[in-house]
């Protein structure tokens, strides 16, 4: 009798074809940075993600920030972006994803949302992870700006005047890829102006808001209501609900305690730079202490130390914090940012992460020839007082100084659930932008 004993080889498994159902659910259980590998596998699971994602019955992972840094051959890679994940504690590439805006800068970040604009004034909000792109208003258009062009070195100085005058701080009042009738709020120009736009409206324009003399130090949206945070420690409450935004509430200023901060970190050795964040329900205004740039070819520019005070129930007071528990502040270019170490424990508690938002501190260091301190960042404890290296900070050339700076992104790497077109805007002098 003859026996076949020939081996029959197995053909390895066709990954392509998982039921779409199986795949669906196994995207319920990936954070942000494995939810775009998954995508890339194959157009199979790209396909599956997308319609399981996009469903209504589908709830988005709480994500920590990702730190956003240049490619390592930026100069001759401009398009690619790493995200340095505190999770994984590594990075990852997103290759040629900057493709369609060669010539744009990220000026900032909001609901996983960046910010680009480039030497024209030309901006949109860019998802990097989705791809998905919203035009905004032309930055010429704002009437703050504008006045500009009537200096006669105007055209030769504007890339400049871009990059040095431009936003300190972007925020949208909810995520785009959520809902098409959000608004937009900047903080503009070396004088800290203010405006915003709706970007449902029918005609999308930016609008100047407040006084000039307004120094706005940063912005945020709590509780469906905008904040706005000055130079001066004071705190406003903006209605953006009806046409025009009207302030209806100015807080009690953060400045109780100002002569004792003086005391200990006096003007004319730090630099002060105020932040607004949510934590917990609560709302917290924040300082920031940066030693100043002392002599002409030196710029230390280093972050020494932080206050934190906490809004009173009634919204009368501000109480000051010397803990916060279990919570991390993410602060910087983006949007501000709380987190719980609880849910992600590769967030040290009882910190602020922070990074450079000096634009124009950035400027002047490409100016001279003492790059050790190129920039601003680290994680500050509370209860130690003490700044410690930033995670992610062997990625970071220490002799290079990053235009555009490094800052967080909270990723959100869906594909919008609404549509955009074009908005419908125009410069004061009737020109299309």
């Known amino acids: 009798m003859d026996l076949d004993c020939t081996r029959k080889t197995r053909s390895p498994p066709d990954w392509s074809k998982l039921p779409q159902e199986l795949l669906g659910f196994l995207t319920t259980k990936l954070v942000s940075a ?18 399981y994602i996009s469903s209504p019955s589908y ?10 840094i240049p490619s390592s051959d930026k100069q001759n890679d401009p398009h690619t972006r790493r995200f340095f994940s505190l999770a994984e504690n590594k990075t990852f590439t997103l290759r040629d994803v900057f493709r369609d805006f060669p010539e744009a800068w990220c000026v900032g970040s909001s609901h996983g949302w960046l910010v680009l604009m480039d030497a024209t004034g030309k901006m949109d909000l860019f998802n990097p992870f989705s791809e998905d792109k919203i035009e905004l ?66 005609r999308c324009t930016w ?111 501000w109480e000051k914090v010397e803990y916060l528990h279990d919570r991390a502040l993410f602060l910087g270019g983006n949007h501000s940012m709380s987190v719980s170490t609880l849910i992600f424990p590769e967030c040290q508690e009882n910190s602020i992460y922070f990074t450079d938002d000096n634009s124009y501190e950035m400027a002047l260091k490409h100016h ?17 007082k003490v700044v410690e290296p930033v995670p992610g900070n062997q990625y970071i050339d220490k002799g290079t100084i990053y235009d555009p700076l490094p800052f967080w992104v909270c ?17 004061p002098s009737g020109q299309q932008p």
């Open 34 to 51: 494995d939810t775009i590998r998954f995508k890339a596998v194959c157009p199979s699971w790209n396909r599956a993600a997308t319609s």
């Open 59 to 68: 709830n988005v992972m709480d994500q920590t920030p990702l730190l956003m």
């Open 137 to 202: 208003p032309s930055f010429c258009t704002l009437p703050h700006f504008v006045r500009h062009e009537t200096n006669p070195a105007f055209p030769r100085m504007k890339a400049l005047i871009m990059r040095t005058y431009i936003t300190g701080k972007v925020v949208t009042s909810c995520n785009p890829s959520c809902n098409k009738d959000f608004a937009v709020v900047i903080t503009h120009s070396l004088g800290g102006r203010l405006a915003f736009c709706k970007v449902g409206d029918n």
């Open 207 to 317: 609008t100047d808001l407040g006084e000039e003399s307004d120094h706005y130090s940063d912005i945020m949206f709590h509780n469906g209501q905008l904040y706005t945070a000055t130079s001066l420690g004071s705190v406003g409450v903006w209605d953006l609900t009806k046409s025009l935004p009207s302030k209806v509430l100015d807080l009690h200023p953060c400045c109780a305690d100002g002569r004792e901060i003086n005391k200990h970190f006096p003007y004319h050795k730090f630099d002060v730079q105020h932040y607004l964040v949510e934590s917990s329900g609560d709302l917290l205004f924040v300082w920031r202490f940066i030693v100043k740039s002392i002599e002409v070819r030196t710029f230390p520019h280093k972050t020494e130390h932080f206050h934190i005070f906490r809004l009173s129930s009634d919204r009368k007071d």
């Open 368 to 384: 001279v020839d003492d790059k050790a301190c190129a920039h601003d960042h680290g994680v500050y404890n509370l209860e130690g």
């Open 411 to 427: 990723p959100y790497p869906w594909p919008s659930t609404v549509s955009y077109g074009a908005p419908s805007s125009s410069s």
